[in-house]
């Protein structure tokens, strides 16, 4: 019925905003209806959150990686994005993902705490297992190099791959109070790809994360590193 209060109300919040100008009525709302659009923008912002997550859990992604400390050209980063996407045929509502994360060694006396969540955004996504592939600097690939965050490239690659991969690009870890190594990062300084797009601090460096979740794609990655030949004009 239109003779509730609810309706009354509103009629007349819309008699009394009629002859004012826009500023007054802004004014007039914000005055006297003020916890009224704390929840109105509370809800829509709720709603936007809503939608955009939508979204994105209606895009696949085929593969995700990361460059930790890493300087990467546009042109680099189109390679590894659009480019190797494209060779991958991934369809659409698929998207390959590629992120970044910069600090600096957490034993400098200027660290700050923002520093040291950088640090963690690695180890953060892939606990939360969605990083598959990393690229790193050295210091970083140091940095992780014992914490769990690799997974060991001796599952990763046959025999026959690993034997095509210089024994001195091989980088091994070791788990503390074992004398079992195994291969943590493979050194990528001398590949075409890294040598034309990627600028580091010392070698550059390819690791799979501990728990990726598209394993396939990883071999697609490298492959596409190893293979990768700048486009002749």
Known sequence: MRNTKFYQGWVKLLSDLKPMTWRKRLEHLWEYYREY?????????????????IINLSTDTVVRGMLVNIAIDQEGYNYLSEDY??????????KVALTYTNFKSLEDPTSTEDNAYAAMAVTNEVSAQILDYIIL?????????NQGVYMD????FTEEELAAIPRECLVYGREEGSTDMWLAAIDISNLDFVKDNVTSEG???FAISGSPQHIDACHDIWQYLHDWQPKTQ
């Open 137 to 145: 600097d050295q210091m970083s690939m140091e940095f992780y190099l």
């Open 37 to 53: 659009l704390w929840i109105v923008a509370v809800v829509v912002i709720f709603l936007c959150a809503t939608v955009t997550s």
């Open 203 to 205: 070698a550059t460096y």
């Open 85 to 94: 996407a494209e060779k991958l045929g991934v369809s659409k509502g698929e």
């Open 153 to 156: 490239l001796g599952e990763f």
